[in-house]
């Protein structure tokens, strides 16, 4: 039977698997909880990869003189080193104890003292009270099914795939505050498939858990390049969600410089000196609350000082500034940004297209997230447009209309096809003039190639939806003459049922009395 | 009165079966209709039954009470009726109708109408001749307001036809240019000149001219109203709403004795044109036929230059609907979306002679005039419907000599 390949993780079973976890949640917040399941996934995959190493070095100890308590082995191998009282198989005994909730923390906190990369990275209050310690048993015991009875290291890949579709599902159960930590696969998806992240450093300055990065791993991987050919660069502001982060790319053996801890990008820039290939993020949605007030001069603000009422132009500035002169910037923004002129956003936005920033613009349909139901858009800004890469592209710019796509998937929630995502990419790179891709052509209701001098007479305002144009619906192309002819046909019908009616009526008055 | 009448139950009369559950994702593209607790909702394309049949709201709408002529597929958040030997179907539409199942809602978090309540209710009905008679009377009242509502579509298509014909695609122009007839009389044909203009619109024909959208109309934009202003005193006028726009004036409505500037004093016959809201719902034109009002705020009240150009501006209105929707879709934010008077600036439309602008008024002018008649002929027979619905049900009001009555009506 053909394996059905949907955005991603899936394995089949994650359903019943979150479905079992979340029935443990009781009364508990998700937003809470995901740390108290997540950490525990994150766990037991440390411990899987460890035992895996572990096996190994043991079959090899005759013939090899090797030692399964040796770690330089594992620091050698990328494997965290697990102590003896925090490896699954302990935890697992213990699970019924009373006490499970302290052994638990132990083993969080021996795993952090002896590998300083996941130094404050990992929860460690699962003895707090309000954590019922027979639920948290329970939950020990579903997680400790997982990717049982496969392969070892296929089951590190289980672990990682469940990883991931419980921060989807946590993102769903949290509703508005989900999107945080989240963004939505087939965004993310269509960003990667983009932009194409094959070599060089990705940097996403609102990582989340850090989803961009996951996916750009997948990209390269199915082109068939290695793991270290992207160097991963991110930061993050809120600390559990960096945390999250850093165990999500652990767990899938993703080498990332997220800073030493969280931080806000626009006051506290961790890789102030970096310039990116590639930039991926989903910055938080008209944020006014970002402290624009203590940063009115910036060498950042190239193109015009953003408003305080208003995030959004700083955020896209803090991604031109951080781009490499050949680099390639795609991100999420609210629609406003396309046609706002409050304060000096306006400005700003004629500046960038008058330094031919900005490569394509695509509108989505709504419902793609799960923070709100507002309609979005992508940007996707570059430097050069005439790199030698793809063909030269100065002064134009592509305009995607993609509201029509995508398909409901619940009944708030809509969700792009892989066959979606692969025709808006490869519109992009058909107008970009790669290889293999076919000629592009300008589609009427969907795609159009627009000169600066275009986008001038708009106002500079970049909504795909001026630039396409509506597919043609009012016409329905039958000739007037016709037309007229059947609508009068139709007309005259009913003026003689009109009166057929009226007859009708004036009589049944006149039965009941009520005659003229 | 009704001593005669049959003491029965709803329940033994026209027992209600449940719809069946058919998700929108099972939904083929077929043309026959499905229908929810508020109405049609789609189509599929098999019947689950025969019609004709009646559909009542059971979950989220209740009680509402639809009738169809056609087979028909009525899903799980309702109840339906079918045809029966003894009673008629249509009869049993119009008394289900004065049960008021509205106010019969069971369940606390989700509406729901409970079918042993429904059953259990206590009705007198009449012999099958006299239900075939209260059917056939309200029936020919339906009937005609349907009958108006297919005839108002034919005559606003015709209109716009012409509209299209004379000011988008020049056809007339474009037939003389190419020596073709214009198909149209000499006296009309001889206003339309034999060649074009370049302008910013592209082609136009020659002598015409061309203003934005703003300018071709005087915009005002409705009062902004507050609670403070609401009353419910008798000579209180409605305050008109999309809502009000879109279905008339119900119990939702607010009324206000406030009397702000004279200009947001509408009355029938007022042009209108909704900027904010749903754009695929709530962005269009309107033609106030509600009496006289006072006019909301996201909703403009075009008064035309001049008054030969009113049927002009209405269609050329009508016709940029899409354009202007889209505009609001691209500023969405909240599921609403709006236009502005800035964006209004931007668009370009054709500005025609007088003279022409004249005899568009007199050839459509009719067609709007019935148009218009229709819609105050419907407003009528619905609100004479309504006052006989409940005497007829009743008893209170009999059809005289019933039986030969239907002989006549050949029913």
């Known amino acids: 039977m053909a394996e059905k390949k949907t955005n991603g993780a899936n394995l089949g079973f994650e359903n019943q698997l979150w479905a079992a976890a979340d029935k443990l949640r009781g009364h508990m917040d998700a937003s809470e909880y995901k740390h108290v399941v997540l950490g525990l996934i994150f766990l037991k995959y440390i411990s899987d990869a460890f035992q895996s190493k572990y096996a190994e070095l043991e079959a090899m100890k005759e013939t090899e003189y090797t030692d399964p308590e040796d770690r330089d082995e594992y620091a050698a191998a990328n494997i965290f080193w697990v102590p003896q009282e925090a490896r699954w198989k302990r935890l697992q005994n213990s699970a019924k104890q009373p006490t499970i909730g302290k052994i638990v923390d132990d083993a969080m906190v021996a795993i952090e003292k002896e590998n300083p990369t996941l130094k404050g990275v990992l929860p460690k209050d699962y003895s707090r009270p309000s954590l019922d310690k027979y639920r948290l048993g329970e939950l020990i015991d579903i997680i400790g099914k997982i990717g049982l009875g496969d392969d070892e290291s296929r089951s590190k890949d289980v672990l990682g795939r469940v990883y991931e579709y419980f921060l989807g599902r946590f993102a769903a159960a949290e509703g508005k505050g989900g999107g945080e930590f989240y963004t939505p696969q087939c965004v993310v998806k269509l960003l990667v498939g983009m932009i194409e992240p094959y070599k060089g450093r990705v940097y996403d300055p609102c990582c989340g858990s850090g989803g961009m990065f996951v996916q750009s791993e997948r990209f390269v991987e199915e082109r068939g390049g290695r793991l270290g050919d992207i160097a991963i660069y991110g930061q993050e502001s809120n600390p559990t969600t960096w945390r999250m982060a850093m165990m999500n790319l652990a767990i899938r053996g993703l080498d990332a410089n997220l800073g030493p801890h969280h931080g806000d990008s626009f006051h506290n820039d961790l890789h102030k000196d970096l310039r990116a290939d590639f930039i991926l993020a989903n910055p938080p949605f008209n944020m006014s609350d970002w402290g624009g007030e203590r940063l009115r001069e910036d060498s950042r603000w190239e193109y015009g000082i953003p408003?305080?009422?208003?995030?959004?132009?700083?955020?896209?500035?803090?991604?031109?500034?951080?781009?490499?002169?050949?680099?390639?910037?795609?991100?999420?923004?609210?629609?406003?940004?396309?046609?706002?002129?409050?304060?000096?956003?306006?400005?700003?936005?004629?500046?960038?297209?008058?330094?031919?920033?900005?490569?394509?613009?695509?509108?989505?349909?709504?419902?793609?997230?799960?923070?709100?139901?507002?309609?979005?858009?992508?940007?996707?800004?570059?430097?050069?447009?005439?790199?030698?890469?793809?063909?030269?592209?100065?002064?134009?710019?592509?305009?995607?209309?993609?509201?029509?796509?995508?398909?409901?998937?619940?009944?708030?929630?809509?969700?792009?096809?892989?066959?979606?995502?692969?025709?808006?990419?490869?519109?992009?790179?058909?107008?970009?003039?790669?290889?293999?891709?076919?000629?592009?052509?300008?589609?009427?209701?969907?795609?159009?190639?627009?000169?600066?001098?275009?986008?001038?007479?708009?106002?500079?305002?970049?909504?795909?939806?001026?630039?396409?144009?509506?597919?043609?619906?009012?016409?329905?192309g039958v000739p007037f003459e016709e037309k007229m002819a059947q609508l009068s046909a139709t007309l005259y019908d009913q003026f003689a049922e009109a009166n057929r009616l009226e007859a009708v009526i004036r009589r049944n008055l006149e039965v009941l009395g009520y005659g003229e | 009165m009704g001593s005669e009448w049959r003491k029965t139950t709803v329940g033994e009369f026209c027992p209600l079966a449940y719809g069946k559950s058919l998700p929108k994702k099972k939904r083929g593209s077929g043309s026959y209709r499905v229908y929810g607790s508020n109405g049609s909702v789609g189509f599929h394309n098999k019947p689950l039954i025969e019609g004709p049949g009646i559909v009542i709201g059971r979950k989220g709408t209740v009680g509402t009470v639809h009738y169809t002529t056609q087979p028909f597929w009525p899903i799980d958040t309702t109840f339906y009726v079918i045809r029966a030997e003894y009673r008629d179907l249509r009869y049993t539409y119009y008394l289900l109708k004065s049960l008021g199942l509205c106010s019969m809602n069971a369940d606390s978090a989700v509406p729901g109408l409970n079918r042993n309540d429904v059953h259990a209710r206590k009705i007198f009905v009449p012999e099958l001749g006299e239900q075939q008679a209260i059917a056939h009377i309200l029936g020919s009242l339906d009937d005609r307001i349907e009958l108006n509502r297919r005839m108002n579509n034919t005559l606003e298509t015709m209109a716009r036809t012409i509209f299209k014909s004379w000011f988008v695609d020049f056809d007339p122009v474009r037939a003389k240019v190419e020596g073709r007839p214009t198909g149209l009389s000499d006296e009309i044909a001889s206003l339309f000149p034999d060649s074009f203009d370049d302008s910013e619109l592209g082609e136009i024909p020659k002598g015409w001219k061309t203003r934005s959208l703003y300018d071709s109309a005087r915009f005002v934009n409705g009062a902004a109203y507050r609670s403070s202003h609401f009353t419910n005193e008798n000579d209180a006028l409605p305050i008109i709403k999309i809502a009000e726009l879109k279905n008339g004036i119900s119990g939702q409505t607010k009324f206000t004795k406030t009397e702000l500037d004279d200009k947001y004093r509408i009355s029938n016959g007022s042009l209108l044109l909704s900027w904010s809201g749903n754009p695929d719902t709530s962005i269009d034109t309107f033609i106030w036929c509600g009496g006289p009002a006072w006019l909301n705020q996201h909703i403009f009240r075009v008064l035309p230059h001049k008054k030969i150009e009113k049927h002009f501006i209405f269609y050329l209105l009508k016709s940029i609907r899409s354009l202007l929707a889209e505009i609001a879709r691209n500023k969405q934010t909240t599921g609403l979306g709006h236009f502005t008077g800035r964006d209004m600036k931007q668009i370009l439309v054709v500005q025609p002679p007088e003279d022409i602008l004249a005899m568009f008024n007199n050839s459509v002018g009719s067609i709007f005039d019935r148009w218009y008649e229709n819609l105050f002929e419907s407003k009528s027979l619905a609100s004479l419907r309504d006052t006989l619905l409940p005497k007829l049900i009743s008893g209170e009001l009999r059809v005289p000599d019933a039986d030969n009555f239907v002989e006549e009506a050949k029913l």
């Not at chain 1, 592509?398 to 398909?407: E, K, V, Y």
């Not at chain 1, 190639?449 to 630039?467: F, H, K, N």
């Open chain 1, 307 to 476: 408003p305080v009422s208003n995030a959004n132009y700083a955020w896209i500035q803090h991604f031109i500034h951080h781009l490499s002169p050949n680099g390639i910037a795609g991100f999420v923004m609210a629609n406003g940004s396309m046609s706002t002129n409050t304060n000096t956003e306006g400005e700003i936005r004629k500046n960038m297209i008058e330094a031919d920033l900005v490569d394509c613009m695509i509108s989505l349909p709504g419902q793609l997230f799960y923070t709100t139901q507002i309609p979005v858009c992508l940007w996707f800004l570059t430097r050069s447009k005439r790199n030698g890469r793809f063909r030269d592209r100065s002064g134009s710019t592509l305009f995607i209309d993609a509201r029509n796509l995508g398909s409901l998937i619940d009944r708030t929630h809509k969700d792009f096809s892989d066959e979606e995502i692969d025709k808006v990419a490869r519109t992009y790179h058909a107008w970009r003039g790669e290889e293999d891709t076919g000629e592009y052509e300008d589609l009427p209701g969907f795609c159009k190639s627009a000169s600066i001098e275009e986008i001038r007479e708009q106002g500079y305002v970049l909504t795909p939806g001026r630039y396409v144009g509506a597919a043609e619906v009012e016409d329905d």
